[in-house]
């Protein structure tokens, strides 16, 4: 996004592409995770477990973090969107809980049980904030969608 004011659709867009491709790495990342466990791959499945855990560390949480400023803080103020945007930082909580406990996992089927729960939260979550957050902020006329997306580091520099 190289314009400072950005359309409602350019936002949206950008956000979009930046949620499609964090699913996209979740769903390759626990895949391969998985296929390792099947075939009985130790030493693979902790490499893949290692790579998940980083990209959790890396991409997913600082995007979660990011949300949680100007994102969801006008929409958590208003009457409307509060309780939704509580349940969205339960989810947020429950990610960053759900990579404590994969760290912690080494080995056996629990590392790839718990990819896959990742993966499908992350997917879940993602399809309450396209579906229901941004269109609320996006015709709400007191919140602005470009400017809460701007603030979004990983979504502008992707
Ligand atoms: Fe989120
Ligand atoms: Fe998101």
């Not at 956000?15 to 769903?27: Q, Y």
């Not at 949300?67 to 989810?91: D, F, I, K, N, S």
């Not at 957050?133 to 996006?138: E, N, S, T």
Request: glycine letters at 10%; hydrophobic letters at 45%; proline letters at 4%.
């Amino acid at each position: 996004m190289k314009s400072s004011h950005p359309t409602v659709g350019e936002a949206a867009a950008a956000i979009g592409h930046r949620h499609d491709r964090l699913l996209e790495r979740v769903r390759a990342l626990s895949g391969a995770l998985l296929d390792a466990v099947e075939a009985g791959d130790t030493v693979t499945a902790h490499d893949e477990k290692a790579n998940l855990v980083s990209w959790c560390e890396d991409e997913l949480i600082p995007h979660l973090v990011a949300e949680e400023g100007p994102l969801y803080g006008g929409a958590h103020a208003t009457a409307e969107a509060g309780l939704l945007v509580e349940g969205l930082l339960q989810e947020h909580q429950t990610l960053v809980g759900l990579v404590d406990e994969l760290r912690r996992v080494d080995g056996g089927a629990r590392p790839a049980a718990l990819g896959l729960v990742i993966a499908r939260v992350l997917a879940l979550h993602i399809g309450k904030e396209e579906r229901l957050l941004l269109p609320f902020i996006a015709a709400s006329p007191g919140l602005s969608l470009a400017e809460a997306v701007g603030t979004l580091e990983d979504v502008t520099e992707a």
